[in-house]
């Protein structure tokens, strides 16, 4: 059973950056496919970048050549640094963690079995 608590949310000036932090127990992210979701009010929860271990990072065309996915696997953490943020990047980020690795980093929420409790950022303008 893998457990996942995501942290490093906050408030934010456009512009501005974060790191959020994934930290995974009861598995590793060489084990998993792992993906960062958002979710904003009133809207369902979307892609927003992820990779399977030895493959390239994927990323939502929204986000690219702003926000970048690591781990560290050393602690079994996984990061998701956001740079140049827009009040539209406002949301609950999710971190998520899909065992079955033969689909390769899916975009759907559907295929993620593992969840952390979520962690809101807010970009003002």
């Known amino acids: 059973q893998v457990q996942l608590v995501e942290s490093g949310g906050g408030l934010v000036q456009a512009g501005g950056s974060l790191r959020l932090s994934c930290a995974a127990s009861?598995?590793?992210?060489?084990?998993?496919?792992m993906g960062w979701f958002r979710q904003a009010p009133g809207k369902d929860r979307a892609f927003v970048a992820g990779?399977?271990?030895?493959?390239?990072?994927k990323s939502a065309d929204s986000v690219k050549g702003r926000f970048t996915i690591s781990t560290n696997n050393a602690r079994n953490t996984a990061y998701l640094q956001l740079n140049s943020l827009k009040p539209e990047d406002t949301a609950v980020y999710y971190c998520?963690?899909?065992?079955?690795?033969?689909?390769?980093?899916?975009?759907?929420?559907?295929?993620?079995?593992?969840w952390g409790q979520g962690t809101q950022v807010t970009v003002s303008s």
């Open positions: 990779f399977t271990w030895g493959n390239s990072p």
């Open positions: 009861g598995g590793t992210f060489s084990r998993v496919a």
């Open positions: 998520a963690a899909d065992a079955d690795l033969y689909r390769g980093t899916s975009t759907s929420p559907a295929d993620y079995e593992y």
